[in-house]
C-alpha cells in the first residue's frame, strides 16, 4: 500500500471512530478536560511523600540552600495543584453549584486536608516502629521508609483517607490506585486503620472499603479483609460490608476474612490460609488442622509416604481448628 492510499484508510478509519463517538454509550464521553487528571494526582501523591518523609524523598524539581523555604515551595506546589484537581471532581456532586462555588469549596477543602498532615505523620510514625519493631530482618528504620511495600502503601492511604473523609470523589481512590501500582496493596481510602499498623511482605493484600483495623495489628502477605458477597451491587452502597478486625490481631498469609458483621476480636491470631465469613471472640487463636503430610521420594519408590502430623483431636494446643 502507498502513501496515498495509506492516508485515505487512516482518514477513513477517522470518520468511523468518529461516528462511533456518537452512540451515546459510557464509553463515549470525550470531555476529557472535566475529568481528573490521573498524572497530576500521581505526581501530587509523590509529593506529599516529600512532605510526609521530609528527610527521605528528594523532590528534584525545586532547589534551595533553605529546608523551610523548600518545604514552603512544595507545599504550596501540592495546595495549588490539589485545589484545581479537586475542583473538578466536585461537579460530580453538586452539579448546580458555580464555577466560583466550587472553586471556593476546594480551597476549603484542601486547607482541611493540610491541617491533618501532622495527624497522618503522627499515624504513620507508629507504622513504621510497629513495622520495625515486628521484622528482625530490618536493618535500621531507614530501610522501612524506603524499602517496605507495607509502609508505602500504609502512608498513601492515610492521607488518601483524610481526603476521602473530606468527601472529595475519585481523587482518594487515584491514590491509593497508585500505591496499589506500586505495591500490589490494595486498601480502599475509606478503611479505617489505627495506629501500629504492619503489612508484613505486603503484596497481595486487599482490605475492603468499610473495613474497621484497631491498633497494633498486623497482617502478612495475600490476606483479603472483604466483603462476603457482592451480588446485591450498587444496592449494598452504605452499608457496612467488610470485617473489624480489634486492636493486638495477627492476620498470617492467605487468610481470607470476610463479611460487614464479621468481628475478629482483641488478641486474636488468624492463621494462614483460613477463610472466615463469621466472628472471633477475642484471644482466639484460628487455624487449619493438618491431617496428612505427603512425601515421595521417586528413586526410593514410587508409592507416597504418608506421615501423619501429631497432632490428635483431643489435644489442647490452644488453637481453635477449622477443619
Not at 476549603?108 to 505523620?121: D, L, N, T
Request: aromatic fraction near 8%; charged fraction near 25%; proline fraction near 4%.
Amino acid at each position: 500500500m502507498n502513501d496515498r492510499n495509506m492516508a485515505a484508510e487512516i482518514r477513513s478509519i477517522t470518520d468511523e471512530i468518529l461516528d462511533d463517538y456518537q452512540k451515546g454509550r459510557d464509553i463515549d464521553k470525550t470531555n476529557v478536560f472535566n475529568q481528573p487528571d490521573q498524572e497530576v494526582i500521581f505526581d501530587i501523591t509523590r509529593k506529599l511523600l516529600n512532605i510526609v518523609f521530609p528527610g527521605y524523598y528528594r523532590e528534584r524539581t525545586y532547589r534551595s540552600y533553605n529546608h523551610d523555604h523548600r518545604i514552603s515551595v512544595l507545599i504550596e506546589d501540592v495546595a495549588y495543584n490539589l485545589r484545581k484537581q479537586v475542583a473538578i471532581v466536585l461537579d460530580y456532586g453538586k452539579q448546580e453549584e458555580s464555577y466560583e462555588e466550587r472553586q471556593d469549596r476546594a480551597a476549603a477543602i484542601v486547607v482541611e486536608f493540610f491541617h491533618q498532615i501532622p495527624k497522618v505523620r503522627d499515624y504513620v510514625n507508629t507504622d513504621i516502629r510497629a513495622t520495625f519493631d515486628g521484622d528482625p530482618a530490618a536493618f535500621n528504620l531507614d530501610e522501612i521508609v524506603l524499602c517496605y511495600p507495607g509502609l508505602l502503601a500504609s502512608t498513601i492511604n492515610r492521607l488518601a483517607h483524610e481526603l476521602f473523609l473530606l468527601q472529595v470523589p475519585m481523587i482518594p481512590r487515584m491514590m491509593t490506585e497508585y500505591a496499589h501500582s506500586r505495591t500490589g496493596i490494595d486498601i480502599h481510602p475509606g478503611a479505617t486503620i489505627g495506629r501500629y499498623f504492619c503489612m508484613d511482605h505486603g503484596t497481595g493484600i486487599v482490605v475492603g472499603e468499610t473495613s474497621i483495623i484497631g491498633e497494633h495489628v498486623k497482617i502478612y502477605q495475600g490476606v483479603t479483609i472483604g466483603a462476603l458477597s457482592t451480588r446485591g451491587g450498587q444496592r449494598l452502597r452504605g452499608n457496612k460490608r467488610h470485617p473489624t478486625i480489634e486492636d493486638d490481631v495477627t492476620i498470617y498469609a492467605g487468610a481470607s476474612v470476610l463479611g460487614g458483621e464479621t468481628v475478629i476480636g482483641r488478641g486474636s491470631v488468624v492463621g494462614a490460609n483460613v477463610f472466615i465469613t463469621k466472628s472471633i471472640s477475642p484471644g482466639t487463636r484460628v487455624g487449619i488442622k493438618t491431617q496428612e503430610l505427603v512425601v515421595s521420594n521417586r528413586e526410593e519408590s514410587k508409592k507416597p509416604h504418608v506421615e501423619t502430623v501429631p497432632n490428635e483431636d483431643n489435644t489442647d494446643d490452644g488453637w481453635y481448628y477449622i477443619i
